[in-house]
């Protein structure tokens, strides 16, 4: 009797055994059997661990899902899973296989939430001896079905998809723009030479109510240290002429100032104070 009889008088493997990683412990050895690769080869007889006497087979039961229960995948081996962390609608650790690839686990993990960075994915390796990390614009395969984008992943590593609008802090402040004062988030942006500074608003979220927006400033601290100019926001909707937009280079800061305090609100307030001064005096008066 074979392991294959022995396995088909007790009915056989049930569904979710792990049929990849069948131990066999024999006259004090214990060697891994992967079914699953027997049979594609066609099941070569010789390659069968020898049962004898005594011989116990254990087959182990596949995880289940992370978000159901982790009590069994975190006793699953760590040398035959995948991490996911971040942005993950099911982040955990999840059995994988050499025959499966990137997007098995990305799906195993119910996808990436609606506030996934999906253009900066980073897959640790951790089958070499060495430091490696892999990066990952899923954006990019999405528009080119180009399957060599995706990276190779095996047993052990590690897969990152981080949050919309945290990037930047693993960007050095010289690629970053930063943006400052009355916008809805205000921080700092990851800025290229394509980008002008209407995307960068748009990044921003837009000046807010209080914006006073005929006065944006731009310090250009990357080439002209400390140099500074205005950009009227207003004028420039009224003609979109592009040569009205000001140069801006990865190391600037954009700053809208608060409307509240602008020369014109303050010239408003104080003779909005005048007039209830006068008001009250007048009021006083007739009593």
């Known amino acids: 009797m074979d392991l294959m009889d022995l396995l088909a008088h007790v009915g056989g493997p049930k569904g979710r055994a ?7 412990a024999n006259g004090g050895k214990t060697v891994v059997f992967n079914l699953d690769e027997f ?83 980073r897959v640790t390796h951790r ?69 002008t500074i209407l995307d960068i608003l748009a990044e921003a979220g837009g000046p807010d109510e209080r914006a006073y927006i005929s006065k944006i400033s731009i310090v250009n601290m990357s080439c002209c240290q400390g140099q ?10 009224k003609t979109a002429d592009i040569r009205m937009l000001p140069v801006l280079r990865a190391g600037d800061t954009v700053y809208v100032p608060d409307r509240r305090n602008s020369f014109a609100e303050q010239a408003r307030l104080g003779l909005t104070d005048i007039f209830r001064i006068v008001s009250t005096i007048a009021i006083i008066g007739a009593l």
Request: charged share 25%; glycine share 6%; net charge neutral.
């Open 228 to 237: 500074a100019r205005t950009f009227d926001l207003v004028e420039f909707s």
């Open 18 to 24: 792990d049929t990849s990683k069948i131990e066999v």
């Open 127 to 195: 089958d070499k001896p060495y430091a490696k990390v892999s990066r990952l614009n899923l954006s990019t395969y999405f528009e080119t079905g180009d399957e060599s984008i995706l990276p190779l992943v095996k047993p052990g590593d590690t897969i990152y998809v981080p949050e919309k609008n945290k990037n930047w802090l693993d960007k050095p402040k010289e690629k970053t723009v930063r943006v400052l004062g009355a916008v809805k988030s205000p921080g700092r942006y990851v800025f290229n030479d394509n980008m």
């Open 39 to 121: 049979i594609k080869k066609g099941a070569p007889q010789s390659e069968l661990p020898y049962i004898g006497a005594g011989a116990v087979v254990r087959v182990h039961d596949l995880p289940q899902d992370p978000s159901d229960n982790k009590a069994q995948w975190v006793r699953q081996s760590s040398d035959a899973s995948i991490y996911v962390f971040g942005q993950v609608n099911a982040p955990g650790r999840y059995r994988f296989t050499n025959e499966m690839h990137f997007l098995d686990i990305l799906s195993a993990a119910d996808g990436p939430t609606k506030d996934a960075d999906i253009h900066n994915i």
